[in-house]
């Protein structure tokens, strides 16, 4: 069965960098696209970015470009999301997604790793 | 606040029908973009409930159902049972704005 799983939260300092991880199992990777959606804890979903089955397309948010970096490695079968320059307001939950491009939904999604960035 | 605008919350008890409103503009659902609806139980991730509009993953029973019309988009749940008590957000997407895809603010259904 599909499976995602996300790992590399963690507590970090305002300014400070991250990389979170997900890894898939139980589907065919290399044909999908894949997102990263967050959750600041009380709130609503919010998406990151997505990446390309080919990592020829990539997607951001504008409150993240220039700091946040998506990647992927078919052949490890993970995803990854780089964070730099992290602020308070990117506290969350951080989820990885399969994403069904062309119809933009999201149909299997990771128990997610919370990032917190305090001082 | 959120490009698509759900109530925060709304409540039934259990047998009932409920309805959870989502309100875009010409720019997402009005431009004919898919809407999708996802559930959230607190404390787990959340789970695609309706896809492209009207459909339902396999699993998902057929007490869910969703519509669109215009700029707005509604979610029906009939057969209210305890377990459907949960945070249901719906999501489209959007070219003219800093984010592609957008989601509602999601709305908590309270089953009295």
Known sequence: ?119 | QSVLTQPPSVSGAPGQRVTISCTGSSSNIGAGYNVNWYQQVPGTAPKLLIYRNNNRPSGVPDRFSASTSGTSASLAITGLQADDEADYYCQSFDTSLSSDVIFGGGTKLSVL
Not at chain 1, 59 to 85: E, P, W
Not at chain 1, 97 to 104: E, I, K, P, T
Not at chain 1, 108 to 117: A, K
């Open chain 1, 1 to 119: 069965q599909v499976q995602l799983v996300e790992s590399g939260g963690g507590l970090v300092k305002p300014g400070g960098s991250l990389r979170l991880s997900c890894s898939a199992s139980g589907f065919g990777f290399s044909g999908y696209y894949m997102t990263w959606i967050r959750q600041a804890p009380g709130k609503g979903l919010e998406w990151v970015s997505f990446i390309g089955s080919g990592s020829n397309v990539i997607y951001y948010r504008d409150s993240v470009k220039g700091r946040f970096t998506i990647s992927r490695d078919n052949a490890q079968q993970s995803l990854y999301l780089h964070m730099d320059s992290l602020r308070a307001d990117d506290t969350a939950v951080y989820y990885c997604a399969r994403m069904l491009y062309g119809y933009n939904y999201f149909d299997y999604w990771g128990q997610g790793t919370l990032v917190t960035v305090s001082s």
